[in-house]
């Protein structure tokens, strides 16, 4: 059964194009290509390396080049090509007729692929297809015959099954429709953060590359039970928990992870969510420690700049627990979120961050005054409460911003 399965498993053969402008990071851009087939469902066939000295317009590789790989392919029926970068939709058109008219698909189309299948939310799904139709949009025009040639499978899952061969005044009505809900949630969205900071939480975001341990991190620290998978893009929509470090609140809220040459449409799509969660007090940038960390965390900050991103942050190098003596970055934090290790070391430096930000002290409410007390008190978390003969001595948190009404009561300050 299991083996009748696998068979109707869609098979992927990867064309990696070797560039100058991709020559130090070709072999890493092949092993992502693999990791985002596994991601979407399909069974990887093989990878065929293809120098690239000058990048054709036509056919990106060039006529005699596509011939050779032609020959390599042959004997290879029934498998869809993955060119791992961005293709024109003449290019794609131009490929796939040089290669026997197979299925051709390139590193945009995969990754548009993988976020139907994981989008989870309303707006999540409003996001993948806004970025697909405008993916889509473009190649159109005099690709009626060549879209019909796609069939199902990667690279046509969710409104790319319905939406290719709509004319194109209708997309662009979609997309107007699509982008007026998207400003909506938007406008709901900035409301709460406004209401957050207002009531004084402290958010903190999980961003970083993709499967790199932040859902597993985020169960940890908040008790959660958030969906982890060892794939790309597991974890699309943000979500959000709170959780406490000595009786201090915050909220810590998940993202999408990035990828190096993640598709502009895709920022473009996701980019009020990703304002949203980033629009925070402090970013934890979460680095897999076994893997290239120096590229992941270039291409995490790269990201984050492109969205004018200005918030503090730490590094955070997951997955170190058999790594004894690895040179992360300096100042980063060293922990295992799958084994509970360093999460403690994690929470003394997050509270460190903000010890500007609560107030940990010993108050005395005496009896007489517990009525006016009673009516800030929400303001605080309380951790202890003694009951004397005059009054009553509380250990608490308050946030900084609330200290002045806490001042007649406050008997001790407390180091965090």
Do not use: W
Not at 111 to 125: C, V, Y
Not at 187 to 215: E, F
């Amino acid at each position: 059964m299991i083996n009748n399965i696998q068979k109707e498993l869609e098979k992927i053969y990867i064309i990696q194009p070797i560039t100058e402008q991709n020559a130090s990071k070709y072999r890493v851009l092949q092993e992502e290509a693999v990791s985002l087939i596994e991601s979407a469902g399909a069974v990887y066939a093989g990878t065929i390396y293809q120098n690239v000295r000058e990048i054709n317009p036509a056919t990106f590789v060039g006529e005699g080049k596509l011939r050779e790989l032609n020959e390599r392919l042959e004997g290879l029926d029934g498998i869809t090509i993955l060119f791992n970068g961005e293709l024109s939709p003449s290019q794609t058109l131009n490929i796939s007729a040089a290669l026997d008219n197979r299925k051709v698909i390139d590193r945009t189309t995969l990754i548009l692929d993988i976020f139907a299948k994981n989008a989870q939310s309303s707006e999540g799904k409003l996001q993948v297809e806004l970025a697909q139709l405008k993916y889509i949009y473009p190649r159109l025009k005099g690709k009626g015959e060549a879209l019909s040639r796609l069939g199902g499978g990667v690279g046509t899952r969710g409104p790319g099954e319905t939406q290719l061969e709509t004319d194109r005044r209708y997309i662009r009505g979609r997309l107007k429709y699509l982008e007026d809900k998207l400003k909506e949630t938007e406008k709901r969205r900035s409301l709460q953060t406004k209401r957050r900071k207002k009531n004084a939480v402290k958010t903190i975001a999980l961003v970083g590359y993709t499967n790199t341990g932040k859902s597993t991190l985020m169960n940890l620290l908040t008790g959660s039970n958030v969906y982890v998978k060892n794939e790309l893009f597991a974890t699309l929509d943000p979500t959000a928990r709170t959780f406490s470090i000595d009786d201090a609140e915050f909220l810590l809220v998940d993202t999408v992870g990035f990828l190096q040459d993640l598709p502009h449409n895709l920022i473009e799509a996701f980019k009020s969510t990703l304002e949203s969660a980033l629009n925070c007090d402090l970013a934890l940038i979460v680095c897999d420690a076994t893997g290239e960390y120096d590229m992941q965390l270039k291409t995490t900050l790269d990201t984050l700049q492109e969205m004018n991103f200005s918030s503090p942050y730490l590094v955070v190098m997951n997955k170190s627990e058999n790594l004894s003596d690895a040179s992360f970055p300096y100042g980063s934090i060293a922990i295992s979120a799958k084994e509970n290790l360093g999460i403690e070391c994690l929470k003394r430096e997050i509270l460190k961050r903000f010890s500007q930000d609560f107030l940990f002290c010993e108050l005395f409410v005496p009896y007489t005054r517990l009525n006016d007390y009673g009516k800030i008190k929400s303001l605080l978390t309380e951790k202890t409460v003694e009951y004397t003969d005059d009054g009553q001595t509380i250990q608490a948190v308050i946030p900084a911003m609330y200290a002045e009404k806490f001042s007649p009561y406050i008997a001790k300050r407390n180091g965090v």
